[in-house]
């Protein structure tokens, strides 16, 4: 799983969403930035002009703000492959 480390890197850098959103000018939405900060991280969907907007405010590459959470696939992969429990009773002995 990736996870976004924007909140990181604004803190790292001493700014703030509202900053980012200001030096990308009408390219990231305020309701955009706060949710990203506030996701701690975790996005499932992250649009790729966003990503490029975020790089280029921060003037950083996407590898920076991506990172890669490890186990956490492996385990969403294992829960999905176990079978089914049977939701019938079994009968008494």
Do not use: F, H, N, W
């Not at 850098?13 to 939405?29: F, N, S």
């Not at 907007?53 to 959470?69: I, K, M, N, Q």
């Amino acid at each position: 799983m990736l996870r976004l480390r924007l909140a990181e890197i604004l803190e790292e850098r001493g700014m703030t969403p509202y900053a980012l959103v200001k030096a990308a000018g009408e390219r990231i939405d305020m309701s955009q930035a706060y949710r990203l900060v506030r996701c701690r991280g975790r996005v499932r969907y992250l649009d790729t002009k966003l990503l490029d907007a975020l790089c280029d405010v921060l003037g950083v590459e996407p590898g920076a703000l991506l990172e890669r959470t490890r186990g956490t696939a492996q385990r969403s992969a294992a829960k999905r492959a176990r079978p089914a429990r049977s939701r019938t009773p079994e009968p008494p002995r």
